[in-house]
């Protein structure tokens, strides 16, 4: 796996991390968070210890206005994600549904004659089963993505108390990729993308957060709680700004509760600036930013007002899963991670073609293969010099943006 910076300027706003990390259960004597450099160690074996199991972990992390919350998740959110599962470990390595209730001393284990720690994990009373006839089963693998969504909200949270004294500036995107326990978990906050190339088809595995895609969940915020807005913007959207001269003509519009458009008449209100606008990667939240979820932005205001963004932007990811263990996969099968860098200008399509010829020119025996697939994915939508602008070989303009990409082989060892 590779991570390059397009290399356009002096200051790379994209972060990265790669981690092996072993995870003790919580009642251990020494809890530890061990990073391995050795990636190529047994995955089969590790993920079964009693007391512990381990992860791969990859994140990336695109910044804006300024690097320091994208250096800052870079660094910790790894350590909020074991947080997490610590208290997991015996409960994860089950293959039955997660206890309902866990007693309020199970991180203090009583000690069995043979010194070892065993959890307090007790079924509820008769009586309780009976009123409740019904009892939603949870299995390990929410228990996993609930993990991973505790974490980001903690990092958030860490983020907005520690900005001022470490001087964490701006705000970042987030896509996390963990595998554990024969599964991939992907976990995204924002508008990077994961793709996985499966026998040369692509796998989408994360779901882009813009103004665009949430606009109904922005609309409806806005709706319930009008003094976000400061008497500056409507939550309404209407195709393009309306002008004076239309006020009491019909135009069309949606709500949050609209996917379609409907015909309404103009009011005096309506004329505010629209609380999403634009189209693209033209479209932003308060004519500000233009992507609506991460890390950080805790000071982040509109232009020349007090009015804060942050009610606006959410640090939950939404996270998919992969069966990794479960599907057969050769050399040629890989996982993309991208900022949105290579996304602009590059269709999913055209990077699992791109990957496909290097490893056709590149053979499985050829260890650095992946590494040469992120280095053409990047030079590719990088683009070269002409003139004033950046250029693709087809002439049209190429990413602006810092580009960051991850090539992951699937077919590990042990499978």
């Known amino acids: 796996c590779r991570v390059i910076n397009a290399g356009k300027s002096h200051h790379n706003e994209d972060q990265a991390c790669c981690e ?20 190529n160690t047994d995955l089969q074996t590790l993920c079964k210890v009693n007391d512990k199991f381990s992860f791969y972990y990859w994140g990336l992390f695109d910044g804006h206005a300024g690097y320091g919350c994208a250096l800052t998740a870079s660094k910790l959110l790894h350590l909020q994600i074991c947080d997490q599962l610590r208290e997991l470990v015996h409960i994860l390595q089950q293959t039955t549904a997660a206890p309902l ?33 019904l009892e939603k089963q949870v299995f390990p693998e929410s228990l996993v993505i609930g993990a991973l969504e505790n974490a980001f909200k903690q990092m958030d949270k860490r983020i907005e108390r520690e900005r001022t004294s470490h001087s964490i500036d701006g705000g970042c995107c987030a896509l996390v990729t963990v595998y554990l326990m024969g599964k991939l978990y992907v976990a995204n906050a924002g508008d990077s993308r994961a793709i996985i190339i499966r026998e040369g088809k692509t796998i989408e ?9 949430e606009r109904q969940r922005l609309q409806l915020l806005a709706s319930i709680n009008p003094e976000l807005l400061g008497n500056e913007f409507t939550c309404l959207e209407f195709p393009r700004r309306i002008q004076q001269k239309e006020l009491k003509k ?3 519009y949606r709500d949050h509760t ?17 609380l999403v606008y634009g189209e693209g990667k033209k479209a932003r939240v308060m004519a500000t930013i233009g992507v609506t979820r991460g890390f950080g932005d805790h000071d982040l205001k509109v232009y020349n007002s007090n009015i804060s963004i942050k009610p606006f932007l959410s640090c939950m990811p939404g996270v998919k899963v992969y ?93």
């Open 323 to 415: 069966d990794l263990d479960g599907c057969d996969h050769n050399a040629d099968d890989v996982m993309i991670m991208g900022t949105d860098g290579l996304w602009d200008v590059i269709t999913d399509r055209e990077v699992a073609d791109i990957v496909q010829r290097i490893f056709t020119s590149h053979g499985p025996d050829q260890s650095n293969r992946y590494n040469l697939a992120a280095q053409e994915l990047v030079l590719r939508t990088r683009g070269v010099r002409k003139e004033n602008s950046w250029r693709l070989p087809t002439g049209k303009l190429a990413s602006l943006d810092d580009i960051s990409v991850f090539v992951i082989p699937l077919a590990g060892q042990g499978r």
């Open 20 to 39: 092996f990390l072993v995870v003790e259960d919580s009642d251990l004597k020494h809890n530890s968070l061990q990073s391995d450099q050795n990636l």
């Open 101 to 133: 209730c866990l007693e309020p001393d199970t991180r203090n284990r009583n000690e069995n004659v043979s010194g070892m720690s065993t959890p307090e994990i007790t079924n509820p009373p008769a009586e309780t089963t009976m009123r409740f006839h």
């Open 250 to 252: 019909r135009m069309l």
């Open 205 to 213: 595995m994360s779901h882009e957060f813009t103004p665009e895609t």
């Open 258 to 274: 609209m996917t379609g458009w409907a015909y309404k008449t103009i009011e005096e209100d309506d004329m505010k600036f629209p």
